[in-house]
């Protein structure tokens, strides 16, 4: 079945403490995003890559870090969370950004940062 | 400051085509217009996408104006199920850029 999976899908910790969300894909998919959800600010795109080795900033990629080593996989790290990055996260890939017809989101991850 | 605006909600009854509009009164000639939609809080699931021209499928029609400063998402006939969260979206270059979104509830 074409997924994409994330884990933790809930994670509680606390501020300071570095961790990591994974996010992997079963479809071969080239373009992997990651955005994080608030409530009244809709979806806001964090890192996205459009191959291995190959990442970019979006729109708030300010505290996080993401690497892309292996096509499947695009870990997204808090090396220092904070309260203010308590969010639903969702992981995304696609064939490519203009092939983004069915851009595959994850089931999400829902981060407390006490 | 948002590439896209919408209204935060709407109702529509069973049946009935539901009209969900977006503004994106910025957007330039190379940037398209996506519009995904998310049941509770799973994951946004594709709707559809256009640049210029009007686009349908088997989901709903996208009807773009022609200065393209603002666009329709039709779902034809409303079920219960079209109750959702729907995101008008505008990509540029290989970012996406959400709207805050409209929560529609389909009534029976």
């Known amino acids: 079945e074409a997924q994409v999976t994330q884990n933790p899908r809930y994670l509680i910790t606390v501020t300071g403490k570095k961790l990591t969300v994974t996010c992997s894909q079963n479809?071969?998919?080239?373009?992997m995003s990651w955005y994080r959800q608030d409530p009244g600010l809709g979806l806001r795109q964090i890192y996205y890559?459009?191959?291995?080795?190959?990442?970019d900033k979006g729109d708030v990629p300010e505290g996080y870090k993401v690497s892309r080593k292996e096509k499947r996989n695009f870990p997204l790290i808090l090396e220092s969370p904070s309260p203010n990055q308590t969010s639903l996260y969702f992981c995304?890939?696609?064939f490519g950004p203009g092939l983004a017809r069915t851009q595959y989101f994850g089931p999400g991850t829902r981060l407390l940062v006490l | 400051d948002a590439k896209t605006t919408q209204p935060p909600s709407m109702d529509c009854a069973e049946g009935r085509a539901a009209n969900l509009p977006c503004n994106h009164s910025t957007i330039s000639g190379n940037e398209y217009v996506y519009w995904y939609r998310q049941i509770h809080s799973q994951g946004p699931q594709y709707i559809i996408h256009g640049l210029k021209n009007n686009e349908t499928n088997e989901m709903a029609s996208l009807i773009i104006t022609e200065d393209r400063k603002s666009s329709t998402l039709i779902l034809p006939h409303a079920t219960l199920r079209d109750t959702a969260v729907y995101y008008c979206?505008?990509?540029?270059?290989?970012?996406?850029?959400f709207g805050t979104g409209t929560s529609l509830t389909v009534i029976p």
């Open positions: 890559s459009m191959n291995v080795e190959v990442t």
């Open positions: 479809m071969n998919h080239e373009y």
């Open positions: 979206i505008v990509r540029t270059g290989n970012q996406f850029y």
């Open positions: 995304a890939s696609s």
